[in-house]
């Protein structure tokens, strides 16, 4: 009986490790991949129907070249691009891009020559890390003035942020970061725009988390947990 009984729980410590194994990494894997998101200029008006170009995602990679802008003649461009894509798999990676150029807001009171967004991102096992290096406002200029810190007031009618970033991540959970290059927020009406419009310029986002190691660390755990149940049942056997 006590052999009967041993060999009866190692099966079921057996099959409660093997659910166990195939359940985290079920999880894991769900969990893992990578993703990018972009967009060139998104204008969003409070009741009122904003307009926005085209936005890019992947893992399907995705590139979108929209050419000229023209919002209420507010807001206007020469060309406004975006790209992105997206690799997953034990060595993850992601990129983000979008880009602007000869922007022209509220008939020049706010020009640049060029606006880029980018983002990167990559996980690997133990490892995650990623950047927004190559975001930039070039030949900024607002109000007449060039603009040479990160933001601005704008008079009595609103305020102006450049290359603003926020990213989290670690070595288990991967890497998440977006940008947006220019943003510009209004706290008063201002040519032709009501207040609380938002315009952001040039916006891209990744995310990266590797695939979890092969199978053969869980099959490795089950064969050792299982060498253990076996050995009290061989003792049980020999004492009977």
Known sequence: MLVK????????ALLLLTAAAADAGWQQTRASGATARAYAIRVA??????????T??????????????????????D????????????????????EVNNLSLFGGEIKASSVIAQAHAEARA??????????????LVALGQP?????????????????????????????RGSVTALEIRLTAEHGGLAAGTTILVGYAEVAAQAAPPSTARSLAVIASCACEVRHPTAMLSADA
């Open 147 to 175: 603009v040479t810190g990160n933001s601005l007031q704008l008079a009595d009618w609103g305020s102006l942020t450049t290359v603003a970033g926020g990213a989290s991540g670690s070595p288990a959970t991967g890497y």
């Open 56 to 77: 890019v995602s992947a893992p399907e990679d995705s590139v979108v070249f929209s050419g000229s802008f023209d919002y209420n003649h507010a807001v206007t461009t």
């Open 45 to 54: 008006v409070p009741d009122q129907p904003g307009a926005e170009t085209p």
């Open 126 to 139: 133990g490892a995650a890390k990623g950047d927004i290096s190559g975001s930039a406002v070039s030949d």
């Open 5 to 12: 009984r041993a060999s009866v729980a190692f099966v079921a």
């Open 79 to 98: 060309s406004a691009n975006a790209s992105a894509s997206a690799v997953a798999g034990s060595s993850a990676n992601a990129t983000a891009s979008a």
